[in-house]
C-alpha cells in the first residue's frame, strides 16, 4: 500500500485556467502525458525541479501551485 | 500506459509463465529420480533464454501497437519513470542478497550443486517478480 502524500496541488486548476490540455503542459514541461496526470492525482510527487518547471509553465510561484498542511499545534 | 510501465507489465508476465513452467518441468523429473541427479541446467538455460527473447519480443510487439495510438509517446520516458525504475532495482537487490547468502550458508555445508544453482536461480527469479510486481503497482497505484 503505497503512502499518501501530505502535498497537495492546484495544476489541474491552472491547467484549465490557462486552456492547456494534458498533453500541451506534459509537453512544455518534459514529461510523459501519464506522469502529468500521476502529479495531478497526487499518486507522483514531482521532484522540486520539476515543481518549477510546473509553476514556471503557468507564471506563478510554487506556493500558488503546491501546498503543504501546517502541523497541528500538537505536532508543534 | 508508458513505455517503462510495458516493459514492467512483459517482464512481469513472461515470469510468471517461464518461472512455472521450469518448475513443473524440474518436478516432473523429480518424480522418476532423486530431485539432485534431476538435470536442471537445460531448462534452466531455456528458460532464462526463452524469459528474455520473450520479454523483449512483447515489448516490441506492444509497443508498435502503442504507437499506432500515441505515435509520440511510444519510446519516451521521464523522471517518473526513473524514480520507478530505482524503487523497483532496489526491492530485487534484497531478494538477490537474500539468495546470496542462502547460497553461502549451502556451500558452507556442502549441500549438492543442485540446491546451490537452484537457490540462486529462485533468489533472481523472486527477486525478478517482485521487482516487477512493485514497477507495475508504483506506476497503477501511485509513487509519492
Redesign the interface.
Known amino acids: 500500500?503505497?503512502?499518501?502524500?501530505l502535498?497537495s496541488n492546484r495544476i489541474r486548476a491552472h491547467r484549465e485556467g490557462a486552456g492547456l490540455t494534458q498533453a500541451e503542459l506534459a509537453g512544455r514541461i518534459?514529461?510523459?502525458?501519464?506522469?502529468l496526470i500521476?502529479i495531478e492525482?497526487?499518486?507522483?510527487?514531482?521532484?522540486l525541479e520539476?515543481a518549477f518547471q510546473i509553476a514556471r509553465a503557468f507564471g506563478v510561484g510554487i506556493d500558488d501551485l503546491f501546498h503543504y498542511p501546517e502541523p497541528s499545534t500538537k505536532d508543534a | 500506459?508508458?513505455y517503462e510501465?510495458r516493459n514492467a507489465w512483459s517482464g512481469l508476465l513472461v515470469g510468471a509463465v517461464v518461472i512455472t513452467a521450469y518448475v513443473i518441468i524440474v518436478l516432473q523429473r523429480a518424480s522418476e529420480r532423486p530431485v539432485t541427479e534431476v538435470d536442471w541446467l537445460p531448462p534452466m538455460l531455456w528458460t532464462i533464454g526463452i524469459g528474455i527473447v520473450a520479454t523483449i519480443a512483447i515489448s516490441i510487439v506492444w509497443g508498435i501497437v502503442a504507437g499506432a495510438n500515441d505515435p509520440d509517446?511510444v519510446g519516451?520516458?521521464?523522471?517518473?519513470?526513473r524514480?520507478i525504475s530505482r524503487m523497483g532495482s532496489r526491492v530485487e537487490q534484497s531478494f538477490v542478497v537474500i539468495a546470496g547468502l542462502g547460497v553461502i550458508a549451502l556451500c558452507a555445508v556442502g549441500a549438492d550443486v543442485f540446491w546451490i544453482a537452484n537457490t540462486m536461480f529462485a533468489g533472481f527469479a523472486v527477486s525478478a517478480m517482485v521487482g516487477s510486481i512493485a514497477r507495475v503497482?508504483?506506476y497503477r497505484?501511485?509513487?509519492?
Open positions: 500500500m503505497v503512502k499518501p502524500t502535498v518534459g514529461v510523459t502525458r501519464q506522469t500521476a492525482q497526487e499518486k507522483y510527487s514531482p521532484s520539476l | 500506459m508508458v510501465e509517446g519516451r520516458s521521464d523522471v517518473r519513470d524514480d503497482v508504483a497505484r501511485g509513487l509519492v
